[in-house]
């Protein structure tokens, strides 16, 4: 397995991977890898990607000024084990000084897909996410890149800006992975006491059982029951994320809540 820090190397070796006939997958993730990111790497294999590359990059860019960008769990031994035990073949872990060299100026934006649910409650967050991406993309000329449905807004806004802005590849999303309590895996479960994780699985337990919940306001009920305090409870289409009256189907129910000061997210397509 390829270990590469700096761009320009990671660009120059794909270059001659994709020359060389070789399907290139690339997996984008932040790193404290759980079995959520390991499934995409599957998902890559089975497609029959010859090279998949997975970076690990806590993307300062996507953060807010409040949000957890300094304390985001990292541990670059695990990966790179994890990585290669999962069948990675190169591995990718710049540093921002080098994804974003001084004056750096120019950012994506995607415009409709990114106005609602994270985005409005995260501003700039998905402007950091597709400049990233679009980054990435450009960095490793992927066949196809794939991405998770837990960011299920995320990966319609990267469909989006593939989409509108001609990139050549395809977009694979993979299912979301739980913990055995329904809980969706995340980096971010880290922050979770024992008694928190309890409480959590509210959620996954609210979005499947939604019907018995009589809809959206039984499922906020249920979350603040459990002392999550709701961010977000929405039922969207799920092309185009505008907002549906009905539970049903072509929509996608989307939950952030906050559990203490970790705030997760979940969806259900219906
Ligand atoms: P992150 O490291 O959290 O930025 O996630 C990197 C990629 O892994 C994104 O495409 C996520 O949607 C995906 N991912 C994260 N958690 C899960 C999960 N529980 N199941 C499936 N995919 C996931």
């Not at 590359?53 to 695990?78: I, L, M, T, W």
């Not at 499947?208 to 977000?232: Q, W």
């Amino acid at each position: 397995m390829k270990i590469f820090r700096e761009p320009g190397k990671l660009q120059k070796w794909c270059r001659a991977r994709k020359l060389a006939g070789k399907r290139i997958a690339l997996v984008p993730t932040m790193g404290y890898l759980h079995e959520g990111h390991l499934s995409l790497i599957e998902r890559a294999r089975r497609k029959g990607a010859d090279e998949i590359v997975v970076s690990v990059f806590v993307n300062p860019v996507q953060f807010g000024p409040n949000e957890d960008f300094a304390k985001y769990p990292r541990d670059e031994k695990a990966d790179l084990a994890k990585c290669r035990a999962a069948g990675a073949t190169a591995v990718f872990f710049p540093t921002p000084a080098n994804m974003y060299l001084p004056r750096h100026s120019v950012y994506v934006n995607e415009e409709d897909l990114s106005r609602g649910l994270c985005g409005a409650r995260r501003p700039g967050h998905f402007r950091g996410v597709c400049t990233v991406v679009a980054k990435l993309f450009n960095l490793t000329h992927p066949d196809f890149a794939v991405f998770g449905q837990k960011d299920y807004q995320q990966a319609q806004v990267i469909r989006r800006m593939v989409r509108d802005l001609n990139f050549d590849l395809q977009i694979v999303v993979a299912p979301i992975v739980r913990e055995p309590s329904g809980l969706a895996r995340s980096s971010r479960n880290t922050y979770l006491s024992a008694e928190e994780r309890e409480r959590a699985v509210a959620i996954s337990r609210g979005l499947k059982g939604l019907r018995g919940l009589k809809g959206l306001k039984g499922l906020k009920g249920e979350l603040e029951k459990a002392g999550l305090k709701v961010d977000y409870v929405e039922c969207v289409d799920a092309e185009t994320l505008e907002p549906r009256k009905r539970v049903e189907k072509g929509c996608c129910v989307l939950v952030a809540a906050y559990c203490g000061k970790t705030r997760l997210i979940d969806n259900i397509l219906i």
